[in-house]
């Protein structure tokens, strides 16, 4: 396997991609700053900033141009080049698996899921479509290629009120609305359109969101502490998650029993879909069922971001986490 390799080449240089060309740019360069900082000392993590201006190896404060062909960068005078990737980017072109499909191709091995487990996780409605055929219960949802395609009537008859309104094919943090009377339908479709090409809306979940992160070790995979996510807004919108209309609860106020099924349905989503290092599967517990909102194959991973929050309640340290994936994804 990939550890192997890298012993025997002597490889220890990964490429930290992130940034990419969505609306959550800054939140990967966070993400991406704590992963540098904690990363196994044995690795050299240098960020390769995805930009709509171009690729960009930052190394002493340098900007460096990265290279797509020869998956390299200059630097005085000497070509560089990443013997591993890690993407850690939120949207387009990371959290879909376009990058990784290019690592593939390019016979650079990383430390992600797949393009296949990506791009199904990354769209919401496929997604949830693919794990309702495996009987893991999911809202009832209505799938919008245009704006136009279904009347309001129609769809408030399928969803009922209220209905979230959600890019499928985008982000988790943009361009999302909860919809409580008719007239606001429209508008809200207007939004969602503007950040996807497609769009699903959603009938509303009345219950207890949680959050679980989960990722494969020597001994397993690891599900960790739940976290409860007690929004000051409607719903978890980015100004829930990032500017602190929020409480982030870890461990979750729910019952043993019912962390537990949270934590195992947790798992079978993460195997069902072959995920790969960390995940955060989104649930809303319903009369003690747990229903999967959403599955983050990048979740956030800065300082203030859940994951980190619930390692901290787990009692592991980032740099013990990411040497356990590296450990198992990188094992002989």
Request: aromatic content about 10%; charged content about 20%; overall charge negative.
């Amino acid at each position: 396997m990939l550890l192997s390799f890298l012993n025997q080449q002597n490889m220890k240089r990964i490429g930290l991609f992130c940034g990419g060309l969505s609306s959550e740019f800054s939140i990967s360069i966070l993400s991406a700053t704590t992963i540098q900082a904690h990363f196994p000392a044995e690795f050299e993590v240098i960020k390769i900033v995805v930009s709509p201006k171009g690729w960009f190896a930052e190394l002493d404060e340098k900007e460096l141009p990265f290279d797509l062909n020869s998956f390299s960068f200059t630097s005085n005078g000497v070509a560089q080049t990443i013997d591993a990737g890690l993407v850690y980017i939120h949207g387009n072109p990371g959290e879909n698996g376009k990058i990784q499909a290019l690592l593939d191709m390019k016979g650079i091995p990383y430390l992600n899921s797949g393009p296949l487990a990506s791009a199904l996780s990354f769209d919401k409605w496929y997604c949830n479509q693919f794990l309702r055929a495996f009987d893991i219960p999911v809202a009832t949802s209505v799938f919008l290629t245009s704006i136009h395609e279904k009347t309001t009537n129609e769809i408030i008859q399928t969803l009922g009120l209220p209905i979230f309104v959600k890019p499928s094919d985008s982000g988790s943090s943009y361009g999302i609305s909860k919809v409580k009377a008719a007239e606001e339908l429209h508008p809200a479709l207007e939004i969602a359109f503007k950040e996807g090409k497609t769009v699903v809306l959603e009938s509303f979940l009345d219950g207890t969101e949680v959050t679980c992160g989960v990722y494969g070790t020597k001994e397993g995979l690891i599900a960790l502490p739940l976290t409860e996510i007690a929004s000051e807004n409607e719903f978890f919108d980015y100004d829930a998650k990032y500017n602190g209309k929020s409480q982030e609860i870890t461990p979750a106020r729910v019952s043993d029993d019912i962390a537990r099924k949270v934590q195992e349905r947790a798992k079978k989503v993460y195997q069902l879909l072959q995920l790969r290092s960390i995940a955060r599967i989104d649930f809303m517990i319903v009369n003690n069922e747990p229903f999967v909102i959403e599955v983050n194959t990048t979740p956030g991973f800065s300082s203030a971001s859940i994951v980190p929050q619930m390692l901290a309640c787990a009692g592991t340290s980032i740099h013990d986490f990411w040497k356990d994936i590296v450990s198992f994804e990188w094992k002989d």
